[in-house]
């Protein structure tokens, strides 16, 4: 099973800043296999990025993914105030299991 | 407009049996996997199940693997999970998740969850 270990756990920022979150995994992703995914409080989790660069349906372009094998990056070039939440990120292979990272969490400081 | 929309969960007794249910619209539902995944109060997410289009492939996590059972009706549009043996450790609010059109393992939508509360 793969693990992913996301850092850091809380982000202070402000908004217009950047915000650079890390997801490291404890063995290679196949195929860049990897996806963030942002959830805010009592709401479902919402997709980003998958293949570790490549943003989903309807997400704004200040929203960017890079990285492969191990190490994983998502960018948001400068954080507008509905950006602050939880972002996971999410590995999915060739097959099961799928795990998710521990989350990082960015908050207005 | 895809739509998912989770029902069943609810209060049960350590041991007890629940089934969840998944309706889903605004996709050819046969077509992609679905995937089962929870997220304890103040906790990560976790992934649970899925199952392929056809329902001929599935998978578990090991921490709950032989206690619950993904399946799904492709005429009523509709993703069940069965869950039995249920311990405290089971609590949490269960998603079900549309899986892309790029991969058969990755979700983009969800659902609003549904909560499952283990308790005496």
């Known amino acids: 099973e793969i693990v992913l270990t996301q850092s850091p756990g809380t982000l202070s920022l402000s908004p217009g800043e950047r915000a650079t979150l890390s997801c490291r995994a404890s063995?290679?992703?196949?195929?860049?296999?990897l996806a963030w995914y942002q959830q805010k409080p009592g709401q479902a989790p919402r997709l980003l990025i998958y293949?570790?660069?490549s943003r989903a349906t309807g997400i704004p372009d200040r929203f960017s993914g890079s990285g492969s094998g191990t190490d994983f990056t998502l960018t948001i070039s400068r954080l507008e105030p509905e950006d602050f939440a939880v972002y996971y990120c999410?590995?999915?292979?060739?097959?099961?299991?799928?795990?998710f990272g521990g989350g990082t969490k960015v908050e207005i400081k | 407009e895809v739509q998912l929309v989770e029902s069943g969960g609810g209060l049960v007794q350590p041991g007890g049996s629940l089934r969840l249910s998944c309706a889903a619209s605004?996709?050819?539902?046969?077509?992609?996997?679905m995937n089962w995944v929870r997220q304890a109060a103040g906790k990560g997410l976790e992934w649970v199940s899925v199952?392929?289009?056809?329902?001929?492939?599935?998978y578990y996590a090991d921490s709950v693997k032989g206690r619950f059972t993904i399946s799904r009706d492709n005429s009523k549009n509709t993703l069940y999970l069965q869950m039995n043996n249920l311990r405290a450790e089971d609590t949490a609010v269960y998603y079900c998740?549309?899986?892309?059109?790029?991969?058969?393992?990755?979700?983009?939508?969800w659902g609003q969850g549904t909560l499952v509360t283990v308790s005496s």
């Open positions: 998740a549309k899986t892309h059109s790029s991969s058969w393992l990755l979700s983009d939508y």
């Open positions: 605004g996709f050819t539902f046969s077509s992609y996997a």
């Open positions: 199952i392929s289009g056809s329902g001929g492939n599935i």
């Open positions: 063995q290679s992703v196949s195929s860049s296999y």
């Open positions: 293949g570790a660069s």
């Open positions: 999410q590995q999915y292979g060739n097959s099961p299991p799928l795990t």
